[in-house]
Structure formats: C-alpha cells, structure tokens
C-alpha cells in the first residue's frame, strides 16, 4: 500500500482549527446487526459483558462526511445491550445458561488513500461459560480485518458486526475448551494471571542469548545462546560465532530480542534498545516501524490528535516513544509522546 501522509496532512491543516475541533467532538453510533441464520436451540438466555480494553472510551477512530472528517466511534446503546438481544434472537429456542464474553480488544480505524478508503478492525476475546460461582472457558478469538472500497465506513461496521456476532453464535453449543475454572475475580485479573504464566515475568534471571521471535522469548528458549558485543559496546551491535567458528554481526532482522549478561534488549528497525521491567511489565523507550492497524492509529489519535493518527497511518518511522511489551504477542503499546 502506498501512503500520501502529505497530502492528507496539507488538507488537514488548511482545513482550520475549527475542523479539528469539531472532528474531536464528533461521535457516530455503532449498533450490531443479528446474524442472517438462526439456530434451533441455544443452551443460554443470558449474556454479560466485561470490557477489559485499556482504552474503553470508544470502539474506534472512523471518518464521516464529504471530508472524511474524523468522528469517535461510541454506540448510544450500551454493547451489553446490544449483546442481550442479539442473542435472543439468535435461536429459536433458548434454555437457562449464562455467558460471558470479555472484550480484550475491539476498535476501528480508517484512512484515506489516493483512490480508496481503507477500514480496520481489530478484535480479540473470551467467550465463557458461567456455572454457579466459576466460568469455563469456550472459545477465544484474536483477530483483524481490512475492508477496501470507496467509502468503508458501513461495510466496515458490518463486517465488524458480523465478526462479532457469529464468533458468539458459533460456539453456543460448544464445549469448554479444557477443565480450567475461573472465578470473576481471576477474570478481571486475566492479563495478571495469563502473563505470570510466562517463563519471561515469572523469573528474576533471564537466559543470555538472541531471540528470533517473541515466542521464543516469552519461554526464554533462544536459538542463538551466545551473543557478545565488541568491547561493550552497544553502538556497534551484538555478534555471534557461526558453525565455522567466524564471528558474525547480528542484523537488527535477525532477532526480536537479545539478553546480554543478564539485561535484555528488543531489536526494531532502528536499532537496539534496553528493556527495563517496571511492575512486572517490560517497557524501552527508542524508535519503531509503525505498520497501519486499528489499534495503532486510533491510539495515535486519542493520544497526540489526528495528526499523530495521520503520520502512524504511513508506516513510517515513528519518533523516539516509550512503549510497553503486550505480553500476549509481543507486539508494542505506546504509552507517552
């Protein structure tokens, strides 16, 4: 895809102040639609929700208008709602279950290229079942779509929707996925519980060695366990001795992180940056690729203002931030300017 971050940024300053203004108060409804196809019998009547996004104030960044003016995406009836009668409407018949579904990500981004719009949609949850006091896990989803046209916007949140709502009608009549029981409590401490579980925040002493991808460091398993750096010198980089016994420098692409006589470093595009654990999380501060994503860009836009949205959308390089490791993928959250 190529960007025109340029022009889309010439229109967006000689549009005014005022057009910003009223871009940041500007909020478009998000309903859900019901599935096309009903099933005969479902085993729950009722289903809660519990929205465990780290920014919960909307569903997204998306554009309105003539001028694609930038508008918050926040439904005037609340998901739990809407997820209540979506579900009653799924079957025909209905018996006295309860469900769960915990909301890890849901947003929404668009952007305007030369001859399109593209739309975004990022998604990840828990689905689970309630039995007493506990909750059995059913099924989980981490996902992402793209959607392509002339004007997204509708087709975006229809297939959002769809996403949404056929990821809960496909699995009422599944089983829990293992024996596991989880109380309300753990639920809400899910991101807690799920990364103590790692070898990589559950140990104090780290294993010394590059690490080709984020699964490989989260289990502390390197598949190179010697590395070195020329006199200690982190501006010359990290090598390694071959099969041959000849040294090799690692290119920045050769690994997603390195542990070094017991601090760890990530590796990114643009260099080599120390990672420090603050809380029981992992965080650096240096500079990132940033690829186009509904997460990424409505972050930019909640956090900087549209313009930061705009310049995340090219997948350019990104200023000198700190950002937080999400642990579930390795992927990395900015968290300041």
Known sequence: ???????????????GISSLSYAQDKVVDYNLIAPAEKIQTSPYQKIA????????????IIQTGAFNTKAK???????????QNILVGMSNTRENGELLLQIRKLVHA???????????????????????????????????????????TKKLMRNSSEIITNFIKDNLNHKPIDTLKFSAAQIKDYYTNEREK?????????????YKDYNQFKGLTPYISEVYLKDDNLSKGFYATDQNGKEVK???K????????????????????????????????????????????????????????LITSSGSASDKNKYKIDYSDGSFIQMEK
Do not use: C, W
Not at 130 to 142: C, F, M, P, Q, S
């Open 1 to 15: 895809m190529n960007a025109t971050p340029l022009k889309i940024a010439i229109f967006l300053f000689t549009s």
């Open 49 to 60: 929700l519990l929205d465990s996004r780290i920014n919960t104030e909307t569903l997204g």
């Open 73 to 83: 995406l926040i439904p005037k009836i609340p998901l739990s709602e809407q997820l």
């Open 110 to 152: 668009e952007i305007t290229k030369v001859t399109s719009e593209h739309g975004f949609f990022d998604f990840k949850a828990n689905l689970y079942r309630k039995d007493g006091d506990v909750y059995y896990k059913i099924a989980e989803i981490d996902t992402n779509h793209f959607t392509k046209g002339m004007d997204v």
């Open 198 to 210: 790692l070898k990589l925040y559950h140990t104090d002493k780290l294993i010394d060695g590059a």
């Open 250 to 252: 690692l290119k920045l």
């Open 254 to 309: 050769d690994a997603y992180a390195i542990v070094y006589k017991g601090t760890p470093y990530i590796l990114t595009d643009y260099g080599q940056y120390p990672l420090t654990k603050e809380n029981n999380e992992y965080f650096f501060t240096g500079k990132i690729k940033i690829q186009p994503s509904a997460s990424a860009m409505t972050n930019s836009a909640i956090m900087f203002g549209l313009v930061g949205a």
